[in-house]
């Protein structure tokens, strides 16, 4: 409650707002809060919509809320990728977002770039295993999951 306090009257002091918005996305995201979540993440990309995180965790939230808005955070994370092709976390997002789009063979393309560089491989490797028995590469799906039953934590 005390980091909530701080970020508040950060924005209300007009002092770093946008990254105190996005400070206050993240903390309302980890308390279960996504409708406060979604509304900083809003707040922290109208002010700075350059800041390509703010830009990606916003994509992420409104790919995975109770009412999903694909085709916006498809929009949002595919300019972002464009921006930072390099950055194997807004790859991950891109591919989560066509994975619930059911475009398979993008988001197969994407978690496969995405892998060699996320933190989170274990998650990787079970979504690579759902999309490869969707495609009927049951070899290649068979081999992640078993990847991913080997890890421990988010590997």
Same mark, same amino acid.
Do not use: C
């Given at each position: 409650?005390?980091?909530?306090?701080?970020?508040?009257?950060?924005?209300?002091?007009?002092?770093?707002?946008?990254?105190?918005h996005f400070a206050l996305?993240?903390?309302?995201?980890?308390?279960?809060?996504?409708?406060?979540?979604?509304?900083?993440?809003?707040?922290?990309?109208?002010?700075?919509?350059?800041?390509?995180?703010?830009?990606?965790?916003?994509?992420?939230?409104?790919?995975?809320?109770?009412?999903?808005?694909?085709?916006?955070?498809?929009?949002?994370?595919?300019?972002?990728?464009?921006?930072?092709?390099?950055d194997a976390?807004?790859?991950?997002?891109?591919?989560?977002?066509?994975?619930?789009?059911?475009?398979?063979?993008?988001?197969?393309?994407?978690?496969?770039?995405?892998?060699?560089?996320?933190?989170?491989? %274990?998650?990787?490797?079970?979504?690579?295993?759902?999309?490869?028995?969707?495609?009927?590469?049951?070899?290649?799906?068979?081999?992640?999951? %078993?990847?991913?039953?080997?890890?421990?934590?988010?590997?």
């Amino acid at each position: 409650r005390q980091i909530q306090n701080m970020l508040e009257e950060s924005i209300v002091n007009g002092k770093s707002t946008a990254l105190s918005h996005f400070a206050l996305g993240n903390l309302m995201y980890l308390k279960g809060d996504f409708k406060d979540s979604q509304f900083h993440m809003e707040r922290a990309y109208e002010l700075d919509a350059k800041f390509l995180v703010i830009a990606n965790n916003l994509a992420w939230l409104l790919a995975h809320n109770e009412n999903p808005e694909l085709e916006r955070s498809y929009e949002l994370i595919k300019g972002v990728v464009e921006r930072r092709q390099d950055d194997a976390r807004f790859r991950d997002t891109l591919a989560s977002v066509l994975m619930k789009l059911g475009k398979t063979d993008e988001a197969l393309t994407e978690f496969e770039r995405a892998l060699p560089g996320v933190q989170d491989k %274990k998650s990787i490797h079970e979504k690579l295993a759902v999309l490869y028995d969707q495609v009927g590469k049951k070899n290649l799906a068979e081999l992640h999951r %078993k990847k991913a039953t080997e890890m421990k934590g988010n590997q």
